[in-house]
């Protein structure tokens, strides 16, 4: 299987805790044979979380730079570029009143790519569901409950 990393999914390698489930779905992928995709656009997410943090004085930049590095330079991690017509289908998104554009982003890379989207994100599958488009979505529950290598 191949995945994209939702924002939540690459906190915890920057020293960012977000909760079991994530570790426990990392844990599982590591030991898997799973293609794991990232966007630019996770990465700046994570920045903006960063950046909270830093302003709550919780933030360990030290923790954060080696993760960084771990992912831009140790080639577990595929970078996917988007196109413009990724763009485009985020703004429809946004116009159909989803209004996360990095999730929107993430989304139709997903679809671009024919890659998983996995995801915490609950609203983003209903609003996918309730549009009626195809779901890309894979949450950690869907992984950790898998036998089979992905």
């Known amino acids: 299987m191949k995945l994209l990393l939702d924002t939540s999914f690459i906190l915890p390698t920057l020293g960012i805790d977000t909760g079991e489930d994530t570790r426990q779905t990392l844990k599982k992928l590591a030991n898997l044979k799973t293609e794991i995709h990232i966007s630019r656009y996770t990465l700046l997410e994570s920045l ?88 890309t979505t894979i949450f950690p529950n869907q992984i950790l409950q898998r036998k089979e290598h992905l």
């Open 48 to 135: 903006w979380v960063a950046a909270k943090l830093i302003k709550n004085q919780e933030f360990n930049s030290e923790r954060f730079q080696l993760g960084l590095r771990s992912i831009l330079e140790t080639g577990r991690y595929t970078k996917v570029d988007e196109n413009p017509q990724t763009f485009i289908q985020a703004l429809r998104l946004y116009s159909l009143g989803h209004k996360d554009m990095v999730d929107n982003l993430l989304y139709t890379t997903s679809k671009t790519h024919s890659l998983k989207l996995l995801t915490l994100d609950t609203e983003l599958k209903d609003f996918i569901t309730h549009q009626g488009l195809k779901d």
